[in-house]
């Protein structure tokens, strides 16, 4: 991919730092008009058309699989950016099913393509880019939280993805407990879809298994503002059932490394608790 405009670069260098000098000298020496002087200069020629097509020619299959996935997920994602204008401008619901034909049909073509880096992985794509786009179009919308119905809600205003939480008496009940440690480790190993005691991945919530404890500040950002506020608890309802109390960071206190900061979503007050206490806790990971 890249090799080839940096030769091209090289070779009309060369070729015109050559030929500004030979033009010096052939108006000098008038050597323009000697047998030496057009050998010379053929030569040159030949040197660089053949450093251009040795670059040109040493693409791999791989590199050419490679380059025309890139091209068609480039595509896929301007289809969908295009049907979602349309559904803005029609108020119709809008209809990727265009997008995914035309992708699942370029993808098997590209994939014909011998020594392809990746294959098989056009579902994987497919989803990557839908959630790209998906994330872009709410964003657009001026959208800030979105409950994406598995469990999950977005803030297209911070690019993070935030867990919901339930009363149902599972993994995600809003009345669960943790200490900070149990908080950082078997609360988001499970919420990343690993058993209890850890074992065999499989799911994760809404599908991701790349979860994590929120810093202070991320945490923070899910508070109603301004806080501290009257409202109680003090989060959007889009996020759930939600505890009344001090919900864990990853951020230890910088004072005392006994301590990490906490956000209360009683009142949106801030502090820092001993991490052998329990508290609340509410899973993050980065959109989309
Ligand atoms: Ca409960």
């Known amino acids: 991919m890249r090799t080839v405009p940096r030769a091209i670069v090289t070779v009309a260098l060369i070729l015109g730092v050559t030929s ?21 200069l053929g030569a040159l020629l030949v040197i660089g058309m053949v450093a251009f ?22 595509q896929y994602n301007f289809c969908r950016a295009k049907a979602d204008g349309k559904a803005v401008k029609t108020g119709d619901p809008v209809d990727y099913s265009k997008c995914d034909a035309k992708l699942t049909g370029k993808w098997a073509d590209a994939e014909s393509i011998p020594m392809c ?90 599908g991701h298994s790349d979860w994590r404890m929120p810093t202070y500040v991320e945490l923070t950002t899910i508070l109603l503002q301004p806080f501290p506020c009257g409202t109680m608890p003090c989060i959007d309802s889009i996020f759930g059932a939600t505890a009344t109390d001090s919900y864990w960071s990853s951020t230890t206190s910088s004072a005392n490394t006994s301590n990490a900061y906490d956000s209360s979503f009683f009142n949106g007050g801030l502090g820092n608790q001993q991490k052998t206490n329990t508290f609340y806790a509410r899973a993050v990971r980065n959109a989309p």
């Open 20 to 40: 500004q000098a030979w033009g010096m000298l052939a108006r000098r020496f008038r050597l323009w008009e000697g047998f030496m002087g057009k050998a010379i």
């Open 53 to 74: 097509a040795g670059q040109a020619t040493a693409l791999t299959d791989a590199q050419k699989c490679e380059a025309t996935k890139l091209k068609r997920a480039g």
């Open 117 to 206: 880096p990746t294959t098989g992985d056009v579902t994987d794509i497919q989803d990557q880019v839908a959630a790209d786009a998906d994330f872009i179009a709410l964003k657009l919308a001026g959208v800030r939280f979105v409950d994406n119905g598995d469990g999950t809600v977005t803030d297209t205003q911070t690019g993070l993805m935030w867990e919901k939480k339930d009363d149902g008496g599972g993994l995600h009940d809003k009345d669960n407990t943790y200490t900070w440690a149990d908080a950082m480790s078997e609360f988001i190993s499970e919420v990343n879809g690993y058993g209890a005691g850890g074992g065999v991945q499989t799911g994760g919530l809404g």
